[in-house]
């Protein structure tokens, strides 16, 4: 098993403060709150599109 996490270094939009947004360094989320009403925002998503990339090069890299 390979835990791959959502680098800064690829992923820009962890570094943002502008609003408050699940995600971090160890992969993507959202806050959904307890209803479930709010849908994941565009930085949310934005990180999660990252760290689907960066697993991908990394499969790639390991399947040879």
Request: aromatic share 4%.
């Amino acid at each position: 098993m390979v835990l791959v996490g959502a680098p800064y270094a690829t992923i820009p939009e962890l570094t943002t403060l502008d609003e408050v947004r699940g995600g971090s360094p160890y992969g993507a989320a959202t806050i959904a709150g307890a209803d479930g009403s709010r849908t994941p925002t565009k930085t949310e998503l934005a990180i999660a599109r990252g760290q689907g990339a960066h697993v991908a090069k990394i499969a790639a890299k390991l399947h040879g």
